[in-house]
């Protein structure tokens, strides 16, 4: 008789609820951009777009250069929360 695997048994996701950051290309050169759900955004940050406050519980993106450029290793520490809109406009 043939099991069926139960979805107990699945292999756990990472961490991650969902989200992934994705590569795009700006005049300035790679980045990548995640979305942070409002369920997600439980600290209040500063957009880099607009120097407006990006409230807690407000989805918007997290960016972060996709090379790594300076010596103090950058990439995942120089990640810059943005409005979601603030980040669309940037070129
Ligand atoms: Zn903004």
Redesign the pocket.
């Given at each position: 008789m043939a099991r069926r695997p139960s979805k107990h048994l699945r292999t756990p996701r990472p961490l991650s609820t969902g989200s992934f950051a994705t590569t795009e290309s700006r005049s300035d050169g790679d980045w990548q951009v995640r979305t942070v759900t409002g369920q997600a955004a439980t600290k209040p940050y500063r957009?880099p777009?607009?120097?407006?406050q990006?409230g807690i519980g407000t989805p918007h993106v997290v960016v972060w250069p996709s090379t790594v450029t300076s010596w103090t290793g950058g990439g995942v520490d120089d990640r810059r929360h943005?409005?979601t809109?603030?980040w669309a406009r940037r070129r």
């Open positions: 957009c777009g607009c120097q407006q990006i943005w409005h809109s603030c």
